[in-house]
């Protein structure tokens, strides 16, 4: 007669023990699977032009590109526009897994048509990831040979870092892209399809009676912004790809990871900002004065030539092109000192994004100190604000419990004041 016993044997209890270790493992990797991913932050600044790198921070780190996504989308449409493959008038056919997309979307059903002109407009301004899949579908036969072409198509024209999955941008683990290699891609489009490039300047698109913004705001804010693309998802942070142009001269600016909108805007005003200022004091503008015998002397000019080739070639110096700051906004702020450059403006950087508002016309400064043990420390110091600004920021961060000191700044001299 065989025994039963109530109590588990060792045996049951092992079992029991691996089920819920396994278990326990499984809603970890979950979690962390759905938590949010934190971007690294990214910028990058070129000469339309030439391509020169003007300024670079991250630039060749991988990050999620998300809407950026669709500059690609829309290259591969010029590319069938520029070949008579598709008019403007062709009609896009969707499918139902276009129509499944998530938000951001048009809203077009399964069986509908859209012409290209519409779909182009509608990732241009609304950003619409419906209407990318179609586009892909239409294209391709199917988004995932869509993606293997949009990966074929940036090798080819030098984005060597770059992995595209979909026609959108939304989130895929290997769908990935770097600040550098999005200038690459913004210059491709411009070079490539001047005529199609204009369309990146659409202030507003509607369709079937809705009527949607373009999310570039620089449009309207930024004097000389023609395009190109916003991005935004979780794992991303906000994204932005611009270009200007004034006086013939044109820049490209990329940002991976803004914290919001606002701060991304900002941040990219001041890059275009810098990309200006440094090609108004390129070495080229210099030779083409110094080779003119009526604007001074050429012995001088060249040596002016060499001097600034070394600033502007320097990543260093690159924040400090600017002329002397102006009467009544001679204060400014320290956020800190690091043993590193980067650490430095990277500091400087995240005090913008603090306060946009109150920082809006500041530049970051990057001031190295010699310490007597041989030790160089880079001080983070953001100029060009009034005393009343310099106050009201140094007050936002020490309550966000960040470090901050209150400077008065003689041009290249200053005058420590309060620390707070």
């Not at 598709?86 to 056919?93: F, Q, S």
């Not at 995240?350 to 530049?363: D, G, R, S, W, Y």
Request: net charge positive; glycine share 6%.
């Amino acid at each position: 007669m065989s025994s039963y016993s109530v109590f588990p044997t060792r045996r049951h209890c092992l079992r029991r023990l691996r089920r819920s270790l396994a278990a326990t493992f499984l809603a970890t990797l979950l979690t962390l699977a759905a938590s949010p991913v934190f971007a690294k932050y990214a910028s990058y600044v070129m000469d339309a032009e030439t391509g020169r790198v003007i300024h670079e921070i991250n630039a060749d780190t991988r990050n999620f590109p998300a809407s950026l996504t669709k500059m690609m989308t829309l290259y591969l449409v010029f590319e069938a526009l520029k070949s008579d493959l598709w008019t403007m008038e062709t009609e896009l056919r969707v499918s139902a897994r276009a129509e499944r997309q998530p938000s951001s979307k048009l809203g077009i059903r399964r069986g509908e048509t859209i012409t290209v002109k519409q779909a182009m407009l509608a990732l241009i301004t609304k950003s619409a990831n419906d209407v990318a899949t179609a586009i892909a579908e239409n294209l391709s036969g199917s988004e995932s040979a869509f993606a293997l072409k949009m990966t074929a198509k940036a090798r080819q024209i030098g984005m060597s870092r770059t992995t595209f999955r979909n026609a959108s941008g939304l989130p895929h683990r290997g769908q990935m892209s770097t600040a550098r290699d999005m200038g690459t891609l913004a210059r491709a489009l411009i070079r490539d399809f001047p005529s199609y490039y204009r369309y990146f300047s659409t202030d507003q698109f509607s369709y079937e009676g809705a009527t949607f913004n373009n999310h570039n705001k620089l449009l309207q804010t930024y004097d000389g912004v023609d395009g190109i693309k916003t991005g935004y998802i979780r794992a991303s942070g906000f994204n932005l790809v611009a270009s200007a142009s004034r006086s013939g001269q044109r820049v490209i600016g990329v940002v991976f990871g803004g914290n919001s909108p606002n701060s991304r805007n900002a941040l990219m005003t001041r890059l275009l900002n810098l990309g200006f200022k440094a090609l108004n004091n390129s070495p080229r503008a210099v030779f083409a004065a110094a080779e003119n015998p009526s604007k001074g002397n050429t012995k001088k000019a060249r040596a002016m030539i060499q001097t600034m080739a070394k600033t502007v070639s320097n990543p260093k110096n690159q924040t400090d092109l600017e002329a002397p700051v102006p009467e009544g906004r001679r204060w400014g702020i320290q956020v800190g000192a690091f043993s590193r450059y980067e650490q430095a403006y990277e500091a400087a950087r995240e005090a913008l994004e603090i306060a946009p508002k109150l920082l809006l016309e500041a530049v970051i400064k990057v001031v190295p100190l010699k310490k007597r043990n041989g030790r160089t420390l880079h001080r983070a110091r953001l100029k060009g604000l009034s005393k009343s600004q310099a106050s009201s920021v140094c007050a936002v961060i020490i309550k966000r419990k960040g470090q901050c000191m209150e400077i008065q700044m003689r041009d290249d001299y200053r005058v420590a004041s309060n620390t707070r």
